[in-house]
T-cell receptor, first 111, second 112 residues
């Protein structure tokens, strides 16, 4: 069964304190790995798609990387407005296009 | 280019009533996906549709739930005879190529 697991469940940072969120996935058959940001009461906002090991993508203070078994979302010098739940999702070849989501990491950045 | 639109944003139904949720995909997107987010749980896939066709409904309960994406108009997720366990946030996503999926703001269904 294809699975996506995120850690930690919750992360509290001070403003400016860099850290990383982890997303591990079933190794076989990954077609793409997605990162989303979700604010309370809103829909997931697309951040990145990664397709192959070694790929990296950046957007402002966020950088996503992909290895053969996991993905990291690095947050550099976070600000309070980065507080949100970050979701990781896998698109697997045998799943016909549907995304398999992890449980999310709830990030809180204090000033 | 407007994003994915969903309405209503909030819907309250009594047990046994019908709930009808609408999703208008982004312009040019012919792939539509519905997901459900139960309280304290992650997003779970329900159904994947293209215009006039259901591609994958493996995540949708066999009874009381149905979905359509007609040639004209929005995609509809229908829940008949709602029960309290149907209370959740329902999200629609659309894609131009069945790869990146862009989500709408969701419909929050409360069943009294």
């Amino acid at each position: 069964e294809d699975q996506v697991t995120q850690s930690p469940e919750a992360l509290r940072l001070q403003e400016g304190e860099s850290s990383s969120l982890n997303c591990s996935y079933t190794v076989s058959g990954l077609r793409g790995l997605f990162w989303y940001r979700q604010d309370p009461g809103k829909g997931p906002e697309f951040l990145f798609t990664l397709y192959s090991a070694g790929e990296e993508k950046e957007k402002e203070r966020l950088k996503a990387t992909l290895t053969k078994k996991e993905s990291f979302l690095h947050i550099t010098a976070p600000k309070p407005e980065d507080s949100a739940t970050y979701l990781c999702a896998g698109d697997f070849y045998n799943q016909g296009g549907k995304l398999i989501f992890g449980q999310g990491t709830e990030l809180s950045v204090k000033p | 280019n407007a994003g994915v639109m969903q309405n209503p944003r909030h819907l309250v139904r009594r047990r046994g009533q019908e709930a009808r949720l609408r999703c208008s995909p982004m312009k040019g997107h012919s792939h539509v996906y519905w997901y459900r987010q139960l309280p304290e749980e992650g997003l779970k896939f329900m159904v994947y549709l293209q215009k006039e066709n259901i591609i994958d409904e493996s995540g949708m309960p066999k009874e009381r739930f149905s979905a359509e994406f007609p040639k004209e108009g929005p995609s509809i997720l229908r829940i008949q005879q709602v029960v309290r366990g149907d209370s959740a946030a329902y999200f629609c996503a659309s894609s131009p190529t069945a790869r990146e999926q862009f989500f709408g703001p969701g419909t929050r269904l409360t069943v009294l």
